[in-house]
């Protein structure tokens, strides 16, 4: 029965990290419990060890502890002893690299179809998707392979930005980019915007948060669907 | 003796495909010379076709047709009999993947560096440098490897955005991912401002257009070079 919290972002504007994801975290894991981080994404290169004590502060104020999973020797165990799992964003082919070269990557999958609830943010839930195909990040690693855990049966593009109408600078859109992805992929893709995220309940997802959020199926016009709608049936 | 423009992108704001560049074409490639474009990056799904004919109408205007690599039962011939070679901007994990599926990219290496001109714009800049660690596009498709083609020695940024002061999005700035590229890689990165690019003349590199780069060196603080600097002995 997989239970998960799966959000667009850490931090929303002007707030501090987690906190408008607090109030979901005892519903999750439970209270009084010692979460399993893990931090190999590291946003803007910070260390494993800075990282997890950043989190381990935010979830301090729900009472459950935290430790990173770079402290373990074994961390094949700490994945399967863990009473929970968070992974924190930075840059996926950083995580999605290192969770293959410490082997971990199908355990993880295991643990949390088998029950473990798990919460990601950022890369931590991009990873959550059948590829890692849709993230917005910077390859600077190359990772083994950009197949990811498939938590859920789509891509998950999280920070989904809408088109700037006023932008001079000829970059791709966001959706322009979504729709190269199709062109080669066919599976759906949700956007999710900052302080949207996904509620996983054994075969359940919905979209949780105040804002809609963008479904980009192949070869049909992108849609918004709007908070707690049910996407169990988008695959 | 190397001879190329690379250029950050194919086109600037309310003007035209390629219209910026078009004054330099013939300082490059001659004229009434047959170019071979490389269509693989496909920007927003484009054709091959489609994507050859844009650029066939652009060079035009330059007095230089141009043929899709596409078109050649033999590309690697195309490549070793080509007055001169042009690769279009789009999905720099497409056109890696697809470079290193046809078997060209050695062989695109090779006559390059023996002396015939070549044009990137965007993903066709991306490719010269030493990876294509430092795209800004969406990895829609897992390439046999990173490396590219190492015409200059080091990375290059292309559509290089300074950070938006004014945004409340938690998305990374260019300047942030570029700083967790240098946390597990050591090469300078070039940030190629729109409008900009650089022209290789033999081993000599120099920064082309109106606006200055920005330098990315690990462990250095990022610096600007002003319009026509010399980058040669950057790596």
Redesign the interface.
């Given at each position: 029965m997989k239970k998960a919290i799966l959000a667009s972002?850490?931090?929303?504007?002007?707030e501090d990290y987690l906190s408008y994801l607090l109030p979901h975290l005892n519903n999750l894991y439970g209270s009084n419990k010692e979460i399993l981080f893990i931090p190999y994404a590291?946003?803007?290169?910070i260390s494993h060890d800075d990282y997890t004590k950043k989190a381990k502060q935010a979830f301090k104020k729900a009472n459950l502890d935290l430790r990173g999973i770079h402290e373990f020797e074994k961390p094949l165990d700490a994945l399967k002893n863990a009473d929970g799992i968070f992974t924190g964003g930075?840059?996926t082919?950083?995580l999605v690299s290192e969770l293959y070269r410490n082997g971990i990557m199908e355990t993880l999958r295991q643990v949390v179809l088998y029950g473990t609830p798990y919460m990601g943010t950022s890369a931590g839930t991009n990873i959550t998707g059948l590829t890692?195909?849709?993230?917005?990040?910077?390859?600077?690693?190359?990772p083994k392979?950009?197949k990811t855990l498939g938590f859920v049966p789509f891509n998950i593009n999280p920070?989904y930005?809408d088109p700037d109408t006023n932008s001079?600078?000829?970059?791709?859109t966001r959706e322009?980019?979504?729709?190269?992805?199709?062109?080669?992929?066919t599976q759906p893709v949700v956007g999710l915007r900052?302080g949207s995220w996904l509620e996983l309940d054994g075969n359940e997802i919905t979209l949780k948060g105040q804002l809609s959020a963008r479904i980009f199926e192949c070869n049909k016009e992108a849609y918004e669907v709007e908070p707690n709608t049910t996407l169990t049936h988008l695959n």
């Open positions: 972002t850490s931090t929303l504007h002007g590291r946003p803007g290169g930075g840059n082919f950083l890692m195909g849709t993230t917005n990040d910077m390859p600077i690693i190359q392979s950009f920070h930005l001079t600078h000829k970059g791709e322009t980019r979504i729709k190269e992805f199709h062109r080669i992929n900052e």
